[in-house]
Each structure stands twice: as C-alpha cells, then as structure tokens.
C-alpha cells in the first residue's frame, strides 16, 4: 500500500481517511457558532483587553483602579469594559457611584490559562 506523503498539508495521493471524516463532524461548527467563536477571539485579540482580563483573574476590580494599574484613562478603561461586557466575558456590580468588575465566570479563567500555556509552549 502506497503510504500518503503530506506535503503543504495535501495529501499525495487521493483517498479519504473515513475515520478523519467521523470525527471532525462531530465537532462541525455550524455558521453561527463559527461567528461567534471569531468575534470573542477578535475581542481578545486587543492586547489591552487581554492585561484588563488578567488583572480580573484573581480579584473584583472597580473602574479606577483598573485605569490606575493599566496606566489609562478611566473612560478608555470603561470603553474596554463595556465591549468586554457585551461579549459577556466580565460582569459587575454597581455600588454606589463606583462599578466593580469581575470575570464572568469560570470559563473566561480557563480560557485565559489555556492561552497563556500555548504561548509557554511556542
């Protein structure tokens, strides 16, 4: 049997590998899924949004000290926040006057580790 020799990703010699098939259907992203998937990496592919997301990692954080520790302006912090929010990757919680911000929940961390051990691997 002729062994398939992949060469720039195409296969030599043209046969399917049923068992290839199978499996990536059942992970077939549909249209709308395959969107929304894009827009959260497009989201996170702002460096800045990336530190802001970090610093919410271990801790609730209010408006100002976020500006303070990214070094921005409070309103360009609360711009990134409110994209942030929309996409459903930080919530918060108002007291008073003053915003508190927190990761949405747990697959944002784990999303954040999973980057973070790629780029170590790189």
Not at 28 to 55: M, N
Not at 85 to 103: C, I, M, P, S
Request: with cysteine.
């Amino acid at each position: 049997m002729k062994k398939n020799k992949i060469d720039d990703g195409v296969c030599e010699v043209h046969v399917t590998h049923p068992e290839n098939i199978k499996q990536a259907l059942c992970h077939k992203l549909d249209d709308e899924q395959s969107q929304k998937l894009a827009e959260i990496f497009k989201i996170l592919g702002i460096p800045t949004r990336i530190k802001l997301l970090s610093l919410l990692i271990n801790e609730e954080m209010c408006v100002c000290d976020i500006a303070e520790a990214l070094n921005m302006e409070q309103s360009a912090v609360s711009h990134q926040l409110r994209i942030l929010r929309d996409a459903r990757l930080v919530r918060f919680r108002k007291e008073g006057k003053e915003a508190w911000y927190t990761l949405d929940d747990d697959h944002v961390v784990k999303l954040m580790a999973q980057g973070m051990e790629h780029i170590m691997h790189l």
